[in-house]
């Protein structure tokens, strides 16, 4: 049986991409997701747990995660 620690190895936040006019949340969203799973990779992890925490998976937290499945990351 291994032991399962669960940490936070990386994040990233729609505040650090500069918006362009007309840029929809829904673009945004995948923007993020992009990115966090180039930032996982480059980290050399490939699967995660994905913590949605009370919000429904819909939306742009599936945008979100369907974005980093794209980018490879599996969870």
Do not use: W
Request: charged share 35%; net charge positive.
């Amino acid at each position: 049986m291994t032991e399962q620690q669960d940490k936070t190895l990386c994040s990233y936040s729609s505040v650090k991409i500069n918006k362009t006019e007309g840029q929809k949340k829904l673009d945004i969203a995948k923007l993020v997701g992009e990115k966090i799973a180039e930032m996982a990779i480059e980290k050399g992890v490939k699967e995660v747990k994905f913590d949605k925490g009370p919000y429904k998976y819909h939306g742009r937290l599936k945008i979100l995660a369907d974005a980093a499945r794209e980018k490879g990351l599996l969870f």
